[in-house]
């Protein structure tokens, strides 16, 4: 049994570019960055991060374009795919890309690059919020042996 598949979770380090093959097909390329964090024998801390090319095709490739900016968070689903072709120089070029087959957008996030925790109120408006439901739970004491499992 073979098994080609990648899921990545990170953040957009470009603009999404959204393209049309000569077949009419939509094409919308980006990357994602990923960090790992870890400590080396000495207890100092070390970080990595790596790049991964995603290329997205249809009706998802346009609302990647629509939706998703440089910063934004997303996950990726898809498999590992390379490319090589000839560069104009004569030498030969490869492209390792993962095609995805499934991109789920994370957090929207305010302009400071935070999950946005409120929606925001208009300026001016001093209304107060709105009171929070609150769920009253009954006050009992539960025995054990009574629980039938």
């Known amino acids: 049994m073979y098994l080609n598949k990648a899921i990545i ?3 957009l380090t470009r603009d999404p570019e959204l393209k049309s093959l000569p077949s009419g097909l939509r094409v919308t390329s980006f990357s994602l960055a990923t960090n790992s964090v870890w400590r080396d024998k000495d207890g100092n801390k070390k970080e990595d ?3 991964h090319n995603i290329v997205v095709f ?7 374009a629509q939706y998703l900016r440089k910063g934004a968070s997303a996950l990726v689903e898809g498999r590992m795919q390379t ?4 560069a104009n120089d004569g030498t030969k070029k490869y492209r390792t ?6 991109v789920q957008f994370g957090p929207r996030t ?11 109120t208009p300026a001016g408006d001093d209304q107060p919020a709105p009171p929070v439901d609150t769920i009253d739970y009954p006050e009992e004491n539960i025995n054990v042996d009574d629980i039938p499992f």
């Open 58 to 64: 249809g009706k998802q490739a346009e609302t990647v």
């Open 49 to 51: 991060t790596q790049f």
């Open 83 to 86: 490319r090589s072709w000839d």
């Open 97 to 102: 890309e993962v095609v995805a087959d499934r």
């Open 110 to 120: 305010s302009g400071g690059g935070a999950p946005s925790a409120a929606p925001s």
């Open 9 to 11: 979770i990170g953040n």
